[in-house]
């Protein structure tokens, strides 16, 4: 009997002892946290810390952990990097805003800017701060401030035209038509929109060869900005295994991306010596225009138009797309398809003709606008890293100083989605959010500062965020007031704002890839703008 009791108490104890290591272990993160009394995710392990913990989807991971610790601002460590992640909609918009000089630095990577980069140097979405960055960020801003748009009516003009021609070439004719990936045709409408501005070059075919090269060599690139992909980055180690074989890969991208970089400026410079050079950001500062940029400079602020879009508008136009072709979208089409009739009365031809010079249908801009909020494209935005100590406190917790050389990651995707800021519906597909109805006619309702996160805010914002909205708004208008969109019953869209992303770890979301039909409203009416559109933009660009 007395054997049963000791050797109970022994086992009690034994457990007493491993829970108390355990909680010890747990809590022990708090005390050896870099940044003291700021909440620290626990399970952190040796040398990784939580990167296991995070998986390959941050943006969801951190959005789950935000709620189950209630801490919209927590710090997390990866591998020998210490970053803060902030979620909620009002600190994220506070930290962006409010300490915006702050703010102002990136950090650098190892494989991304170690290796990618060495050759073009860095994009401006992924310089630190210094006078370069400042320098090419003025530049890249003059080129797509408002008052630049009205200069590039003709290429929105030719580039929505051609997605509407090319997908009715490509899907027939007639009532049931076949069934399309829409995917290519906007990525080729993004690309040429930024290769036209930086190089005054467009890319003719949805499947030319060039274009197919910069859109691939562009998204493995983006992989290797991702923390998930490149644990080297910040698990030292891992650098001189032998026979790396991110390192190889990074430098087989970058001779790829060099090569197509090089032909594209040759091809300017060749065009200018036959004086046939469109006005564009090459051309003006290879002839001297602009004297106060280097050839560096011009590189980098070419690569990060042609990079910042690519990806970002297809992300969102294609799952926007995607959202109005089920069977809940096709009450959304016919309210956009009403609005933009009440707007353009006469003809789909005055249409097409005002669409690319202003943005004036409300239920379109509401479209635009819930697309960027819901299908955020860049779900954990580009990191941050604090340039001074940041004091930073809110109602519920003490002051913590944030120090000066730390990582902040803000998480958009969990701060578009935020339900204290967007209400109980944030995460459905809702344009009526930003619509009010006096008269029973959509109006949209005045805006009280920044309406989504999509373009990050503050002294790094996205600088295209205007170009990108009217490239998606005029798509949006023609499409809708040509075709219903309707949903392949074979290949359906994935509508989820997180399940969406085929690619989870990359920079800029990649959608599932999901078919639609398109039916055109009426035929007879869609070949008059089209051959119209043919004769119109035929005069725009003359190779
Ligand atoms: C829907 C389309 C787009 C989305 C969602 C998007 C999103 C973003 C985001 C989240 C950032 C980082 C902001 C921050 O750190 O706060 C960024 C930066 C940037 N974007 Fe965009 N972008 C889009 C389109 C474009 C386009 C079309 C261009 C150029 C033609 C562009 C050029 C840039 C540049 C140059 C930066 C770097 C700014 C800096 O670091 O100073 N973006 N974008």
Redesign the pocket.
Known sequence: MSYWLSASTSICILITVILSILSILSILPLFLSPIPRLFAIPNALPIIGHLHLLGDDHASVCERLWRKYNRSVFQIRLGNTTAVVVNSFQDARRI?LAHQSALID?PTLYTFHGVVSSTQGF?????PWDAS?RNR?RA?GA??ARPALRSYHDMFDLESFSLIQDLYNSTGEGSSPSSIDIRPYIQRL?LN??LT?CYGIRMRGVYDELLREILEVGSAISLLRSASENYQDYVPILRYLPGNEKTQRAKSLRARRDKYLSFLLDTVRDKIRRGTDRPCVSAAILKGEESALSDVEVSS?CL??????FE??P???TSCIGSLATSEGQILQEKAYEDIRRHYPDSLAAMFAASFVEEKVPYINALVKEA?RYY???AM????KTTVDITWSDKNHDAVVIPAKTMVL?N?QAANHDTDHFGPDADQFKPERWLEYPENVPVEKPLQGLPH?????????????L???R??YTALVRLISCYRIVASESHPPNTHYADYNAVKSAL?AIPRPFKVSLVPRDETELRTVLREGEIRTATYYVD
Request: proline fraction near 2%.
């Open positions: 962006l990136r994009t401006i979405g992924s310089s960055t960020r890249a080129v797509l993004a929109t930024t501005l602020i990060s138009l042609v990079s910042g879009g970002t508008i992300a969102t136009l960027e955020t494209a860049s935005n580009l990191p941050r803000i958009l996160l999509s373009f990050g805010a503050g002294a790094r914002a996205c600088s295209g965020q170009v990108a909205n490239v998606i800029v």
